[in-house]
């Protein structure tokens, strides 16, 4: 599903806010709140739909798998219809890609409302403001 044949939901950016503050400091747990799926939470926050539809993961091996299916992570994120910006541009609702070298997989970000949303295996979901992203960071913006 392209999202781009979606329209955002009213109130998506009030939405985003209470979503991720919602997660914040809850564990790293594989289908639920590891980079992918909290990238996924964010697509359901922001048009109530979730265009990955019911693929599905549990651990590293199986999120390694879903992503090979969707043929890679920046086919899936052209496939929803985001289009890579300069990062000078981002914006809540934005999804950002850290890569280190050729690393697979890729780390995720949500930006909102001025703040990162991110998680880590080792302590969970975070919320951390920012005033400058570095420009090692890819901006895909969403329609």
Same mark, same amino acid.
């Given at each position: 599903?392209?999202?781009?044949?979606?329209?955002? %939901?009213?109130?998506?950016?009030?939405? @985003?806010?209470?979503? &991720?503050?919602? /997660?914040?400091?809850?564990?790293?747990?594989?289908? /639920?709140?590891?980079?992918? *799926?909290?990238?996924?939470?964010?697509?359901? +926050?922001?048009? =109530?739909?979730?265009?990955?539809?019911? #693929? *599905?993961?549990? *651990?590293?091996?199986? +999120?390694? =798998?879903?992503? =090979? &299916?969707? $043929? !890679? #992570?920046?086919? &899936?994120?052209?496939?929803?219809?985001?289009?890579?910006?300069?990062?000078?541009? &981002?914006?809540? $609702?934005? /999804? #950002?890609?850290?890569?280190?070298?050729?690393?697979?997989?890729?780390? @995720?970000?949500?930006?909102? +409302? !001025?703040?990162? #949303?991110?998680? @880590?295996?080792?302590?969970?979901?975070?919320?951390?403001? %920012?005033?400058?992203?570095?420009?090692?960071?890819?901006?895909?913006? /969403?329609?």
């Amino acid at each position: 599903m392209n999202v781009a044949q979606l329209a955002r %939901v009213p109130n998506w950016d009030m939405r @985003l806010i209470k979503w &991720a503050r919602g /997660l914040v400091a809850e564990p790293y747990v594989w289908g /639920l709140t590891d980079c992918g *799926s909290l990238a996924r939470g964010a697509l359901w +926050a922001l048009y =109530e739909a979730d265009p990955l539809g019911d #693929l *599905s993961w549990d *651990s590293e091996e199986t +999120a390694l =798998e879903a992503l =090979e &299916a969707l $043929g !890679g #992570l920046e086919t &899936a994120l052209r496939e929803v219809g985001a289009r890579e910006l300069p990062i000078r541009f &981002a914006q809540s $609702g934005d /999804l #950002l890609v850290e890569r280190e070298g050729n690393a697979h997989p890729a780390r @995720l970000y949500v930006m909102v +409302a !001025g703040n990162l #949303l991110y998680t @880590l295996p080792d302590d969970g979901v975070h919320l951390m403001s %920012v005033r400058e992203l570095p420009e090692r960071l890819q901006l895909w913006r /969403l329609p």
